[in-house]
């Protein structure tokens, strides 16, 4: 059986955040990793492309970062944030972009049902959580898009690069002000926390890739690792290069 | 069959000797598997500066497709002394015409040699065996 590592980092810092899945994906060497982790403080992150004029609301947030991944940004307050990183020919990433959310999304789908929502492919339903104007990447939908209740509940973006793949989620437990209206796990705030949610996005991916998860830390390596880069997340010349 | 006037790498990049200079754009599988078939699909590309150094196998840009973020890597090494910036606005050429206005950077080489890149031919049996 393959075997993966994962990896729980519980109200980490967003440099560090950021730093650890670039680290991650530029160790050749990592075994297959699941990360599963939250905020603090709660942070907006931009995607990769986006211009920051362009994003509202970041004066809200306690801190604001630029990721690698592509797409929308996110307010990273009352989600579950995960991340998979493994080289771009893993089963799980092989083919076209579109063949890997597939993948993904069914895994997370998977383990909302089994929390009592029911999450499915966008496909051409039209979604009363789209928005025109505010770079939120759950008020913009695609048909990959896990969504219910007629609104999108889990952000996804990627990173491809030398060979490896970083693939972001979010999936959000609670609305924030700034992304009002979407699909949420738990409406009543009291039910389901980042770390139960974890815990069964974990044993649905072993059941259904057929893979075992091992607890694990970063290697000394990738800590120094995440440290280093980390701290570019958070420089102005970055977060507003666009 | 894809143009067999230039040479492929494995990472779905090509390149086109141009008398003195080098052309390298990315194939059509590259684009079909950033786009899934529709043009639309493909966000922002960012190319370099003209007048950069680039080793072989370096990172000379950026692409975004809807969902992921790609480096575009060069095949050979060389200065880059042009760059196709209409595809930045205009990113439906790729899929259009990935051979010829698609082209992405234009490179005064370092070596002449493309050892270790592939034929047409030897490209479409990569594509086969690893898809």
Request: glycine residues 10%; contains cysteine; hydrophobic residues 35%.
């Amino acid at each position: 059986m393959e075997t993966w590592r994962l990896i729980t980092t519980w109200g980490a810092s967003p440099a560090f955040n950021m730093g650890l899945d670039e680290a991650l994906l530029g160790n050749s060497q990592a075994p297959t990793t699941l990360r599963l982790y939250s905020w603090s403080p709660d942070t907006l992150s931009l995607g990769y492309f986006q211009r920051f004029a362009d994003v509202r609301g970041t004066e809200v947030a306690g801190s604001v970062v630029r990721r690698i991944t592509g797409g929308g940004a996110i307010h990273h307050t009352g989600e579950l944030t995960f991340s998979i990183v493994a080289d771009a020919g893993h089963r799980l990433y092989a083919g076209p972009i579109s063949a890997s959310y597939r993948r993904v999304h069914h895994v997370v789908a998977a383990a909302l049902a089994e929390h009592g929502v029911q999450a499915e492919l966008r496909g051409a339903r039209a979604l009363t959580s789209d928005r025109e104007d505010t770079g939120m990447c759950f008020h913009h939908s695609t048909e990959l898009d896990l969504v219910w209740d007629g609104r999108k509940g889990v952000g996804s973006a990627q990173r491809r690069k030398s060979g490896r793949v970083l693939h972001h989620g979010s999936i959000k437990l609670h609305s924030s002000e700034l992304e009002g209206d979407i699909a949420v796990a738990d409406p009543s705030g009291s039910q389901l926390s980042e770390q139960q949610l974890g815990g069964t996005l974990r044993t649905t991916l072993g059941r259904i890739l057929g893979v075992r998860l091992e607890s694990d830390a970063p290697t000394a390596e990738e800590r120094a690792r995440a440290h280093e880069l980390g701290s570019r997340y958070l420089d102005p010349a970055f977060v507003r290069r666009r | 069959m894809r143009p067999d006037d230039r040479k492929y790498a494995p990472t779905h990049e090509w390149v086109k000797i141009d008398g003195d200079t080098m052309v390298i754009g990315i194939t059509d599988f590259a684009v079909q598997e950033l786009s899934n078939g529709n043009d639309s699909d493909l966000v922002y590309c960012d190319l370099p500066e003209v007048g950069r150094i680039l080793d072989k196998g370096e990172t000379f840009g950026e692409i975004e497709s809807v969902k992921a973020v790609s480096d575009l890597n060069t095949p050979v090494a060389g200065e880059i002394i042009e760059i196709n910036s209409s595809i930045e606005e205009h990113l439906e050429i790729l899929s259009t015409d990935p051979w010829n206005n698609g082209w992405m950077i234009r490179i005064k080489p370092t070596s002449k040699s493309l050892d270790g890149l592939m034929s047409a031919e030897d490209y479409e049996k990569h594509l086969a065996a690893a898809h």
